[in-house]
């Protein structure tokens, strides 16, 4: 990962900062001696409608958008994201913020019968016309979503999935990843982020429900979908140059406890 050249201590608003990721982040840039403001419905701030965010705002330098939507459906989650982006970088603006950091998805612009891509695409065209200077963040799919991709692909006890190629990353590799984006300087592109070993989905899946227990069986189906889209062993994995996480997923499995 690239070093960081940050010298001077931020403010910087944590978008969805009590989330997966966001709690992982503040803590490190907190470790770092940067001062966190959390911004999530939960400490009065509500990005969709822009409820507490011109406080929130006040004395921030930089911005990690973390957030996610609470429903998937495909208006839902566009609406979510259009509204949350669109009020930050309106706010950001006017408070001359300097960088906006975003996470994003590996292959949103690969995929597009799905709604949630398609919804995350729309987040960044947004962040790149805003004038605001940023850096989006495209990372691939988290350990921490087995279960939510087992849950999904579940039909009858069996989990039936494609036998498709992706590189899947730790979440705290994801957040070091970010802590280290938002303390440099605004990038001006997309930089993508993926673990450090390629793995196919059903095997991902299966090793996660073999140490999670439930005797579930994984069955291979080239028809099957991911989240209802079609996907190949390009759509997931980084295409160029990426910055790899550490954590193997493996090491992973083996110190948690389901
Ligand atoms: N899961 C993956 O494998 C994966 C892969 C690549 C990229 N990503 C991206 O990673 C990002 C973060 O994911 P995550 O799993 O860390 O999310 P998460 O744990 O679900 O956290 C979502 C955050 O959004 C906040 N939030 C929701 N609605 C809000 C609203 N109206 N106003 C203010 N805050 C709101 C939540 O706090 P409150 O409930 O308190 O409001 C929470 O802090 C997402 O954008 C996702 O696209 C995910």
Redesign the pocket.
Same mark, same amino acid.
């Given at each position: 990962m690239p070093p960081t050249n940050q010298e001077t201590n931020m403010k910087i608003l944590i978008? *969805? *900062? @009590? *989330?997966?990721? *966001?709690k992982k982040l503040a803590a490190l840039l907190e470790k770092s001696g940067h001062q966190i403001v959390s911004? =999530?419905?939960?400490?009065g701030?509500?990005?969709?409608t822009g409820e507490g965010l011109e406080e929130a705002i006040q004395g921030i330098e930089a911005v990690v958008d973390?957030? @996610?939507?609470?429903s998937f459906e495909d208006q839902a989650v566009l609406e979510?994201f259009q509204a949350?982006s669109t009020n930050l970088l309106r706010v950001e603006t006017a408070a001359g913020v300097k960088h906006h950091v975003a996470? =994003?998805?590996?292959g949103s612009d690969r995929v597009p019968d799905s709604g949630y891509l398609r919804a995350?695409v729309a987040q960044e065209n947004l962040i790149q016309a805003a004038g605001v200077p940023f850096t989006i963040v495209r990372?691939?799919?988290?350990f921490?979503?087995a279960p939510?991709i087992a849950q999904f692909s579940m039909v009858d006890g069996r989990c039936r999935l494609p036998a498709a190629t992706m590189q899947p990353v730790a979440a705290d590799d994801v957040a070091d990843c970010l802590a280290r984006v938002v303390s440099a300087a605004p990038r001006r592109e997309i930089v993508e982020l993926g673990g450090p070993e390629k793995i196919r989905l059903d095997k991902f899946v299966g090793r996660y429900l073999t140490v999670a227990g439930g005797g579930h069986e994984i069955e291979i189906d080239p028809a099957a979908t991911y989240f209802g889209a079609s996907i190949d062993d390009a759509s997931l994995v980084p295409q160029g140059a990426a910055i790899l996480g550490s954590i193997r997923y493996q090491n992973w499995l083996d110190n948690r406890r389901f």
């Open positions: 978008a *969805g *900062g @009590n *989330g997966l990721i *966001g911004a =999530s419905r939960s400490s701030v509500d990005l969709v973390v957030l @996610n939507s609470p979510f949350t996470l =994003s998805v590996v995350k990372a691939t799919q988290f921490e979503f939510g």
